[in-house]
């Protein structure tokens, strides 16, 4: 039975807008805009139904299946594994519910290798057998991170895989295909470009990113230059210029060719068929479509000798888009792609100075994207007009243009194609150092905290009123509606409230604390050596979200990984005032950090922080080493003890009875059966228990019965696997709570998509 996500009205609904859209649309051309509208929305929603649908049943969660496939993307091999993309064959062999499907699939080494496995040898375009572990699309749910589950709806991705070592993987096909001569391509730049820039070489002529690390990110966020790396529109409608100058003066030395192809028509041939050659050598990203698509509009209507303007094409090219791909609204280069074009054409006169255009050109992106940037991103850059300048011409005009022509001769004759790609590396690596002097400067990048729902349409009215034709009133004035985007308004706890904040960090604990003035941080999230990292990847997002600039202070409960592992990354990033943690235990990126011992007091804004374990003799014994720590606010307490067991809760029982009482508690050890005793419960009374665990983990965190033992003393039992990020307000209306995924609630939702799909299998 199919699944209909959340917020999506029934298939009979969505049909029935499809079909009334596209007849309002033929029948009367005064309302031809709400009919297209409704055709819009109906065909969207059935997209996304299709898309929701084919994702992985619940029923084979965490099965183990040997399935074949067709490798998609370039393998991304990193130190320990190595990521890519897997379309599974149509043939009966492959389950009737996966035929066809795409795959994210992850191969790791065995946890005893020393050097990287058979992994390496997996190349694009290739077919391979492998047995894989199945799970549905699900992603961690916090403010300014990643949204997985988004991210898997708009690439059409129904499953994530792992694959497993036995039977080992087999390749059954040779490679092929396109993505296979772009891998091939992209080792012949690094063999041939000794330069540590052949990363950036590989970017800009194949769209290919996997080279660059953390730190060129960095940099280009800092400078506003990614959409320069992913391959702009600009490049390709510069390709196709090129293409179709080419061809014109081909036409013009061989003017016999006009009997067979009138040289208008071959221009326009011409142009397309070079941005289209660009456009697959890139991968097809969203900004090279949308370019080939506008310059396939402007061929068009040549052949069809019918006049047609930029504003026309681009949106020709959108209504073309949103009927391939209509979920492509879901990914950001949708929306900057287009609202890119569209704004100036909008502000930018028919026929000005090339120098005026490109300088206003500058302006009007910079204004006109500001608003979506900060919604998408959370940040915006500071000097990336500036860098703008230099790096659209320099890279635009010469190294981009060096990289192709590299690209082009190595396609055609092997090794030729060296002395062009080594002087493209040696052009950009005249520019990178500026960029990088730049993008390490602190004013460079600015992080803005999460906004409300109005705070884009008001930012995009100023941007809009901002960039009218000089003369009109009012123009400073409109400024103050970029506040609600910039300056958002923060609930921020009174004199004597407090804020708890569990974040969703999967298999880990990360809980924020918050008063009227400071803020604590217990705890950074899982990190596993060079793999993922909670907080870089989750927590510092998260804060940042928050509108936390700095921390007072950092409790590393204990030393392991999922609890003390993202902490180097927060360290760097927001570094705290200080940093508490067990006595015995040392981390190098804390450097010298104090100790949290039993006894110890604090008041921050009429709020009382104590720590009741461990005493300051208690040798460090890992988990039941952990800093526990109780904070009271004029209206409720909260506790949150590590992973202490049984053990030290019968200590606390014995030795600070009255002090365990709290409202909300972090449920020690993520809900396991060595901690969370009957007298441990019974004596904290909570109304609320939070569990920090992730989904599906492999120790079956939160057990049952320790579940249903919170809730038979009173309280509510929620757990960040269920309901993303855990915000509670204890303040003078009582506690409150607020739950991630059901507050932003999506309609591509994996925790609500199980839970309506186990009420349909009980109600069967």
């Known amino acids: ?116 496995g058979p992994r390496m040898q997996l190349r694009a375009g290739e077919r391979w057998q492998m047995n894989l572990r199945l799970r549905a699309p699900r992603g961690l749910v916090n403010p300014g991170g990643f949204d997985a589950e988004r991210y898997a709806l708009a690439q059409g991705i129904a499953a994530s895989g792992i694959v497993r070592q036995s039977p080992p993987p087999l390749r059954v096909g040779a490679a092929g295909g396109l993505a296979a001569w772009r891998e091939r391509m992209a080792a012949r730049i690094v063999a041939q470009v000794p330069a540590a820039s052949s990363r950036y070489v590989q970017a800009l002529a194949l769209g290919d990113t996997r080279g660059l690390g953390e730190a060129d990110w960095q940099v280009l966020r800092a400078t506003g230059l990614t959409h320069l790396i992913a391959i702009s529109g600009f490049h390709v ?44 050598v890139a991968g097809f990203g969203l900004p090279t479509v949308r370019t080939v698509l506008m310059v396939a509009v402007v061929m068009l209507a040549r ?78 850059s500071a000097i990336g007009p500036l860098a703008n300048l230099v790096a659209i011409p320099w890279w635009s005009l010469l190294v981009v243009p060096l990289a192709l022509v590299g690209t082009g001769l190595e396609a055609a004759v092997a090794g030729a194609g060296g002395m062009a790609w080594r002087a493209s590396a040696w052009c950009f690596d005249l520019s990178w150092p500026l960029f990088q002097m730049l993008g390490d400067a602190h004013y460079s990048l600015w992080w803005l905290p999460e906004s409300r729902w109005f705070a884009l349409p008001l930012a995009l009215l100023a941007a809009a009123w901002a960039l009218l034709p000089a003369g009109v009133p009012g123009k400073g004035m409109a400024l103050l509606l970029w506040l609600p985007l910039c300056l958002p308004w923060r609930d921020r706890p009174g004199s004597g409230e407090f804020e708890l904040v569990a974040l969703d960090v999967g298999q880990g604990l990360a809980v924020l604390l918050r008063t009227q003035h400071h803020a604590l941080l217990f705890d950074a999230g899982p990190a596993v050596a060079d793999g993922f990292d909670a907080g870089e990847r989750v927590v510092v997002p998260a804060l940042r979200a928050l509108g936390v600039r700095r921390l007072d202070r950092l409790v590393v409960s204990h030393g392991d990984h999922d609890h003390a592992g993202g902490s180097a990354a927060v360290i760097n990033v927001l570094p705290p005032a200080s940093v508490l943690m067990p006595p015995g235990l040392t981390l190098a990126a804390a450097g010298a950090a104090a100790t949290c011992e039993a006894g110890q007091v604090w008041q921050w804004d009429g709020v009382r922080f104590e720590f009741l374990h461990p005493p300051p003799d208690f040798p460090y014994l890992g988990n039941e080493s952990s800093c526990v720590l109780r904070v009271q606010g004029r209206y409720g307490a909260a506790l949150l003890s590590g992973d202490i067991g049984e053990v030290i809760e019968q200590r606390l029982l014995k030795q600070v009875p009255a002090k365990l009482s709290a409202d909300v508690v972090v449920v020690a ?90 009420i349909l299998s009980d109600i069967e």
């Open 303 to 380: 052949l069809g000798r019918r006049p047609v303007d930029v504003a026309g094409a681009l949106a020709l090219a959108a209504l073309v888009v949103l009927w391939l791909a209509p979920l492509s609204v879901l990914t950001a280069g949708f929306w900057l792609s287009f609202a890119g074009v569209a704004w100036l054409l909008w502000c930018l006169p028919e026929r000005v100075h090339w120098l005026r255009g490109f300088l206003s050109a500058q302006r009007v992106a910079t204004l006109g994207l500001l608003p979506l940037t900060v919604m998408l991103f959370g940040q915006a």
């Open 1 to 116: 039975m199919a699944i209909l996500a959340p917020g999506l009205p029934p298939a009979s609904l969505r049909w029935l807008a499809l079909l009334a859209g596209m007849l309002l649309w033929l029948a009367t051309p005064r309302w031809r805009w709400l009919g297209a509208v409704l055709a819009g929305l109906g065909w969207t929603c059935l997209q996304a139904g299709w898309s929701l649908e084919q994702q992985l049943p619940v029923a084979r969660e965490a099965q183990e299946l040997t399935l074949t496939g067709v490798v998609t993307t370039l393998p991304q091999h990193e130190i320990r594994r190595t990521r890519f993309q897997l379309r599974l064959d149509t043939h009966v062999d492959i389950p009737a519910d996966l035929r066809g499907r795409l795959l994210q699939v992850s191969w790791y080494d065995p946890f005893a290798a020393t050097e990287p």
């Open 669 to 758: 050890h993520h809900g396991s059966g060595g901690s969370s005793s009957a007298g441990f419960v019974r004596a904290a009374g909570a109304r609320l228990a939070l569990i920090s665990n992730g989904h599906g983990n492999r120790f079956g965190h939160p057990r049952g019965d320790v579940v249903a033992r919170w809730q038979r003393s009173g309280a509510e039992v929620l757990a960040t696997a269920d309901s993303g990020m855990l915000q509670v307000w204890l303040h003078e209306e009582g506690v409150q709570l607020r739950e991630r995924r059901i507050w932003r609630s999506r309609l591509w939702d994996a925790a609500e998509r199980a839970r309506s799909a186990a």
């Open 237 to 280: 409608g510069m390709v196709a210029l090129c293409a179709a100058w080419l061809v014109a003066g081909l036409w013009r030395l061989l003017p016999w060719c006009g009997r067979y192809c009138p040289r208008p028509l071959a221009v326009a041939i011409g142009a397309l068929c070079g941005a289209g050659a660009y456009a697959a």
